[in-house]
Each structure stands twice: as structure tokens, then as C-alpha cells.
């Protein structure tokens, strides 16, 4: 009878501790920099080259692909998942933003998309080395990876690109030179 109470015991604690163990942990993606030079000569209409520009990205670690193939997956990034602070001021994302993996041979890409400041249609890639993210971080079963150290990022394999149509403010895309951790 005493056995049994303590088998009881021993399957409730087990039972109760699963849903806290599994609980997701939520990965950040900071990026710190120089934004510059303009790449494709576009209008600047932010003065964003040469300027310093910080962000983070977070993400759940069991978030789930929108859309994969074997190489690459693309994640949603709910409203408040994106900050930056450029010499505009600082951004919140108050709509969806979309997170792009991409694993190749030869190197990885971490990319981000979505509504930026002031109306603003904004991207932002970077270039990593090959074997920053496994396998596991793409396809249809794939979730997001953490990077565990500081990674240099340079113009012009990682830039930001952004466009303003309210104002007629064509693409411009400026290269980012910093690190991402």
C-alpha cells in the first residue's frame, strides 16, 4: 500500500513538472552597427548612412515555419518581437514580421521583413558563417536556433534596404557593418 502511494506520488510529480519543463524559451537576435554605405545610390530619406543602428529580434524556440523547403524556413514575428533604435528614434513592430533562415554549404542567411517607422517597407539581411544554424532550424519540422556568440557582419553581405511609398521615397539599401549575437 506504502509503495503504491509513493508510485502515485512520483507519476503526479512527473506529470506536473512536463508542462514546465517544455515551456518555450524565447531566443534574441541583437544587432549593433553602422549602417553605410548606400549600396544602390537610393534617396535616403531616413539619413540612415553612416549613422549607428541598433535591434533585437525575439523569438520563440518552438515557433513553427509559415512556409520551407529542405534549405530555408520563414517565421512569423508577432507585433512586438522587433525593436530598433535609429537615428529617427526607436520602433516597436505593431504588426507581423516575417524571419527568413537560410542554410547552405557555404553560408548561412538570417534575414528580417516587415512594416518599419514612419510608413516605412524595411529588410534587413545578414550574412553568417556556415554552421551558424543546423539543419533543424529549417524545413517543415524546423524552429528557431540561438547564436551563442558574437558574430562580425560586414557591408555589403548584410545590409538594410527600406522604401517610404507615402512619401515617394524609393528603395535604398544600406550596407551593415557590426556583429549580431
Same mark, same amino acid.
Given at each position: ?14 506529470? =506536473? ?24 545610390? =537610393? ?7 553612416? #549613422? ?5 529580434? #525575439?523569438?520563440?524556440?518552438? &515557433?513553427?515555419?509559415?512556409?520551407? #523547403?529542405? &534549405? ?21 513592430? #505593431? ?23 514612419? =510608413?516605412?517597407?524595411?529588410? &534587413? ?40 511609398? &507615402? ?15
Amino acid at each position: 500500500m506504502h509503495v503504491r502511494r509513493i508510485q502515485l506520488f512520483c507519476i503526479i510529480l512527473v506529470l =506536473g513538472l512536463c508542462p514546465i519543463l517544455a515551456q518555450a524559451q524565447n531566443y534574441t537576435y541583437s544587432l549593433t552597427g553602422t549602417l553605410g554605405p548606400n549600396l544602390n545610390n =537610393g534617396p535616403d530619406c531616413l539619413k540612415g548612412n553612416g #549613422t549607428t543602428a541598433t535591434a533585437a529580434v #525575439t523569438v520563440s524556440s518552438t &515557433a513553427s515555419p509559415v512556409k520551407s #523547403t529542405s &534549405a530555408s524556413a520563414i517565421y512569423a514575428l508577432p507585433a512586438g518581437s522587433v525593436t530598433a533604435s535609429l537615428n529617427i528614434g526607436s520602433f516597436t513592430n #505593431t504588426s507581423t514580421w516575417y524571419m527568413v533562415v537560410d542554410v547552405t554549404s557555404t553560408y548561412d542567411v538570417l534575414a528580417f521583413a516587415g512594416a518599419g517607422p514612419v =510608413g516605412s517597407k524595411v529588410t &534587413a539581411v545578414t550574412v553568417l558563417p556556415p554552421g551558424t544554424f543546423t539543419s533543424g532550424a529549417v524545413g517543415s519540422t524546423g524552429h528557431p536556433q540561438n547564436i551563442t556568440k558574437s558574430i562580425p557582419l560586414k557591408s555589403p553581405s548584410s545590409w538594410l534596404e527600406y522604401s517610404i511609398s &507615402a512619401i515617394n521615397c524609393a528603395a535604398t539599401k544600406l550596407g551593415f557593418t557590426g556583429t549580431i549575437n
